[in-house]
């Protein structure tokens, strides 16, 4: 279960980390990264501990706006060598 749910404007941007960032009751932080939020991911772990928290924000603020779609990675294709 999720140590807590907290909105994503409740969260720091941190640039060093490239990641968005929120206290941590074991004193380090919560982290996720804008390609884990393009990605659907809604949980910020702590690297120090067990604990989790679930992440609320509007997906549609993380997708591409060319395609209006979430971001996919790019899908590995089979080469026939000859």
């Known amino acids: 279960m999720s140590y807590d749910d907290v909105e994503i404007e409740d969260m720091e941007w941190n640039h060093e980390l490239q990641a968005y960032t929120y206290p941590c009751p074991c004193g380090d932080l919560f982290q996720i990264t804008k390609e884990d ?9 702590c690297p120090s501990c067990t604990l989790y928290i679930t992440v609320i924000y509007n997906m549609e603020d993380f997708m591409d706006k060319k395609t209006s779609k979430p971001f996919e990675p790019a899908k590995q294709q089979s080469v026939t060598v000859a």
């Open 37 to 45: 939020l393009k990605l659907g991911e809604e949980i910020a772990r």
